[in-house]
């Protein structure tokens, strides 16, 4: 079994115990990603179109770094802290994703680790 770790060196992955990604053999699953910064907060506070964009931007580049694409995505997961925020982030997901339309899940929540952050996603990716 081929395992990888996949680090962004963000500030929260070695305090909490975690890797960006981790890709075995032909899967890899990318963790909770934000846009937070190096202080740990947003770097587009306010602007949930831009964290979606940002957030995904840093999820697929975690891709990239294990070999995969985006065509490769069967499963993502958006989380938002606003319901007015939905269909803007569901936006973004379209942008990025609509020729490979994975199973996707987006559901509101109370809160993420900083209040400047408003959207989290996740990825889960398949090779053939």
Do not use: K, N
């Not at 962004?8 to 115990?17: F, K, L, T, V």
């Amino acid at each position: 079994m081929d395992r990888r770790r996949i680090t962004s060196g963000g500030p929260y992955e070695a305090r909490y115990g975690y890797s960006r990604a981790i890709a075995v053999d032909d899967g890899c699953w990318v963790a909770g990603t934000t846009d937070a910064g190096a202080d740990g907060t947003s770097m587009h506070a306010g602007d949930a179109r831009a964290q979606a964009r940002t957030a995904f931007g840093i999820a697929i580049g975690a891709l990239g770094t294990a070999g995969f694409s985006v065509d490769d995505v069967v499963r993502t997961r958006m989380y938002i802290v606003r319901e007015a925020d939905a269909s803007i982030v569901a936006e973004v997901h379209g942008e990025l994703f609509g020729a490979v339309r994975p199973a996707s899940t987006l559901v509101r929540v109370a809160g993420l680790i900083d209040p400047s952050l408003l959207v989290e996603v996740e990825l889960e990716a398949r090779r053939d």
